[in-house]
């Protein structure tokens, strides 16, 4: 079973940037995966989708975090990466990364439309 792990959450203030790292454990390989993103959580409010890149590198952003926070992955380091630049207070929230992995039933195999791994979770912080 894989699982995700993310690094890099912390404190900082407004402003600032900060890069959060995700590796998967055991012997998942992020290249393997349809698509990999990061998600975000505020406290009393839904998850969102902040970025993610499919297979063939195609990258889609919030209308919130566009031309500040960029997602990238390195393969060889098996490492998705999210970079935020500019942070502001509304992006306290807790990160998570998440993959959507090849799927199997009586048909084949196939990309699911929605994540389907996830991490435990990263705390970001933006102070005044």
């Known amino acids: 079973q894989v699982q995700l792990v993310e690094s890099g959450g912390g404190t900082v203030q407004a402003g600032g940037s900060l890069k959060l790292s995700c590796t998967p454990s055991?012997?998942?390989?992020?290249?393997?995966?349809?698509?990999m993103g990061w998600y975000r959580q505020a406290p009393g409010k839904e998850r969102e989708l902040v970025t993610d890149?499919?297979?063939?590198?195609?990258?889609r952003y919030a209308d919130s975090v566009k031309g500040r926070f960029s997602i990238s992955q390195d393969n060889a380091k098996n490492t998705l990466f999210l970079q935020m630049n500019s942070l502001k207070i509304e992006d306290t929230a807790v990160y998570y990364c998440?993959?959507?992995?090849?799927?199997?039933?009586?048909?084949?195999?196939?990309?699911?439309?929605?994540?389907?791994?996830w991490g435990q979770g990263t705390q970001v912080t933006v102070s005044p």
């Open positions: 998440a993959a959507r992995v090849k799927l199997r039933d009586r048909m084949g195999s196939y990309c699911p439309s929605d994540a389907n791994f």
């Open positions: 055991g012997t998942g390989k992020i290249a393997g995966a349809c698509g």
């Open positions: 890149i499919d297979r063939d590198g195609t990258t």
